[in-house]
Each structure stands twice: as structure tokens, then as C-alpha cells.
């Protein structure tokens, strides 16, 4: 079945390092993936999108990558500040009877500590 | 401005009674989207569209029912035949089904007593 697997619940970092997130993806081929942010009570903000024939993108402090011989992609925030406090998603589209639809991981909580 | 409201931000229902959430977007988007978020847990997608007059279903449609008469607009009813609908909803919208960023709104905490 296909699956897509945010390392971990939850990551705890010390303001000013470099947080990654991991994606990883299995028996998917998709065309892009996606990351997005969500706060308590509220919907997810898009972030980053990234093609299947990118191997980098970034954004202000954010950088995306996208292996798709592992299957994973890494979600780097650099110079981390206490309000990238959030839970980070990442989505891939997957095509279904003809149909592309996005769907989402279960989101790593992070927690950047002053 | 332009965007995505759902409506209302909290709701209550009574165990049984079908509900109706709102999604109404005026972002000129194809395709629209329902979720479905509960603690601790990623979205699930429940219907989504992608023109008007046309939905498919997600992963998990059962007890839930869409329809798509206006390009704007995208209700969910939750039905009686939803075995756990206290649930965070999400509706989303994007300009097509691929390569584009989805637009959330404020989302719907639906609770059932």
C-alpha cells in the first residue's frame, strides 16, 4: 500500500540551528511534492513545492530537497527562531483513476527552543 | 479579498442529526477539496472535486456526501452514517489537481454529542 511517513511525532531544537524534517515516501511516483506549515486550530499554509526534477529548491531560510531514488524528501529551516514553532506537513499528489489528488503525512511537530 | 471561508468555526450537533459544513472560495479555482483532521494526525481526505458538477471520493467518503453546483462552492454534510464525525475539517482549494499549492481555510471543529 503506499504510505507516507514523517520521521518523527515531534522535534525539539535550540533557537539558531538548523532543523531538519524528513519525508519519505513508498510505492509512489509522484510528480511533486509539497510542504506545508499548520498551527494549533487552524489550516496548513503552503510553503515549498518541489518537482520530481529538482533536486534542491529554497526560500528565504527554508530548503527543500527531493531523492527520488530514496524516495525522501528533507525540509531544512536554518537559523531557527521560536516562532518557526509549528507542525510542518509535506503532500504528494498521487494519481487515482485518472484523477490527481494530494495527499498529506501526518506532520512533524516542531519546537524551537529560546 | 480573495480566499477560502469555511463556516462556522465551531459547530455542535447532536448524535444522529446530519450537519452541513460550508466552503466557499472566490479564488476562480477548478478544484476544491474536504479533509478530515483528528489529533495527532495527518489529513485525510474525504471528497474532492475538480470541476463543477464533478467529485470523486478519497480515502474516506463513507458517512460523508458532497456536492459541487457552483465552482465557489463546496458543502460536506456529515450523515448519521458517520461512525466518529467529531473531527477538525479542512476544505481546499487550488487552481488545478497538479503542480499547484492548495489553499486552506480556517478549517471547521465539528463536535457530536
Known amino acids: 500500500s503506499q504510505k507516507i511517513e514523517q520521521n518523527s511525532e515531534a522535534l525539539n531544537i535550540q533557537e539558531g540551528k538548523t532543523a531538519t524534517l524528513t519525508c519519505n515516501y513508498t510505492?509512489?511516483?509522484?510528480?511533486?511534492l509539497q510542504w506545508y506549515r499548520q498551527d494549533p486550530g487552524r489550516g496548513p499554509v503552503f510553503l515549498l513545492l518541489?518537482?520530481?526534477?529538482?533536486k534542491e529548491k529554497r526560500k528565504e531560510r527554508l530548503k527543500v530537497t527531493f531523492d527520488t531514488t530514496l524516495k525522501q524528501s528533507l525540509f531544512h529551516i536554518t537559523a531557527s527562531q521560536p516562532a518557526d514553532s509549528a507542525t510542518y506537513l509535506c503532500?504528494?499528489?498521487?494519481?487515482?483513476?485518472?484523477?490527481?489528488?494530494?495527499?498529506f503525512g501526518t506532520g512533524t511537530k516542531l519546537q524551537v527552543i529560546p | 479579498d480573495g480566499g477560502i471561508t469555511q463556516s462556522p468555526k465551531y459547530l455542535f450537533r447532536k448524535e444522529g442529526q446530519n450537519v452541513t459544513l460550508s466552503c466557499e472560495q472566490n479564488?476562480?479555482?477548478?478544484?476544491m477539496y474536504w479533509y478530515r483532521q483528528d489529533p495527532g494526525q495527518g489529513l485525510r481526505l474525504i471528497y474532492y472535486?475538480?470541476?463543477?458538477?464533478?467529485?470523486q471520493k478519497g480515502d474516506i467518503a463513507e458517512g460523508y456526501s458532497v456536492s459541487r453546483e457552483k465552482k465557489e462552492s463546496f458543502p460536506l454534510t456529515v450523515t448519521s452514517a458517520q461512525k466518529n464525525p467529531t473531527a477538525f475539517y479542512l476544505c481546499?482549494?487550488?487552481?488545478?489537481?497538479?503542480?499547484?499549492?492548495?489553499?486552506f481555510g480556517q478549517g471547521t471543529r465539528l463536535t457530536v454529542v
Open positions: 510505492n509512489y511516483s509522484p510528480a511533486y
Open positions: 503532500a504528494l499528489d498521487m494519481n487515482s483513476g485518472g484523477y490527481q489528488k494530494v495527499t
Open positions: 481546499a482549494s487550488s487552481t488545478g489537481p497538479q503542480n499547484t499549492e492548495a489553499f
Open positions: 518541489i518537482r520530481e526534477n529538482e
Open positions: 479564488l476562480n479555482h477548478d478544484a
Open positions: 472535486s475538480q470541476i463543477v458538477n464533478d467529485f
